[in-house]
Structures are given as structure tokens and as C-alpha cells.
């Protein structure tokens, strides 16, 4: 299993990124994904979370402003953030929740 993020960067709060994970021996179609965070000195926690047959769940501090999504076609995660702020700023990580499998990650800088 590899998961290999891309699409983290430095944007101005307001602003918006794209975040992808291209996935490898794992399918999305029997696995819950999603994507975690980690910023300096504090907690990974997840932020994003879609089921097998798509159903999807936000921490509260996302809701409304980030979108998880998948290609099944591509094998391929998605996270859209909208309305980025300072405290969005961490390395991101996607996640086999279900094989409890993790990316490298992909730095999310947000300046004010």
C-alpha cells in the first residue's frame, strides 16, 4: 500500500488549495479514507473522513470550508479547502482509515 499526497503550499488566508492523494494497492471501493493534520506541537487529528460508498464526516473547525472527495477511477483522494486559515496550517496526511495506513505528507502553510 502507498499513499503519496500532493498539492500543500503557502496561501494567504481566504485563499484555497487542493489537496490529492494518488493511491496504490488499496481500493477505495472496500476502504475508509480520509485526511488527518498535524501542526507544531500539537495532536494529529482527523479533519475528513469518506466511507466506502461515500459518506462523508468533517471535524466541527472544517465544516463548510473543506470538501473530501474521491476518483475510484484514478484511486485518487481529494480534499478541496476553501477559506483556508492561519490555524489550517500543518502537514497533511491522507490515511487508509481502515488499514491504518499513512502518507509522507504535504506541508499546508496559511499566512494572515
Known amino acids: 500500500v502507498q499513499l503519496v499526497e500532493s498539492g500543500g503550499g503557502l496561501v494567504q488566508a481566504g485563499g484555497s488549495l487542493r489537496l490529492s492523494c494518488a493511491a496504490s494497492g488499496i481500493s477505495f471501493t472496500v476502504n475508509a479514507m480520509g485526511w488527518s493534520r498535524q501542526a507544531p506541537g500539537k495532536e494529529r487529528e482527523l479533519v475528513a473522513r469518506?466511507?466506502?460508498?461515500?459518506?462523508?464526516n468533517y471535524v466541527d473547525s472544517v465544516k463548510g470550508r473543506f470538501t473530501i472527495s474521491k476518483d475510484e477511477a484514478k484511486n485518487t483522494l481529494y480534499l478541496e479547502m476553501n477559506n483556508l486559515r492561519p490555524e489550517d496550517t500543518a502537514m497533511y496526511y491522507c490515511?487508509?482509515?481502515?488499514?491504518?495506513?499513512w502518507g509522507q505528507g504535504t506541508q499546508v502553510t496559511v499566512s494572515t
Open positions: 490515511t487508509s482509515i481502515t488499514q491504518n495506513v
Open positions: 469518506i466511507g466506502s460508498f461515500g459518506n462523508t
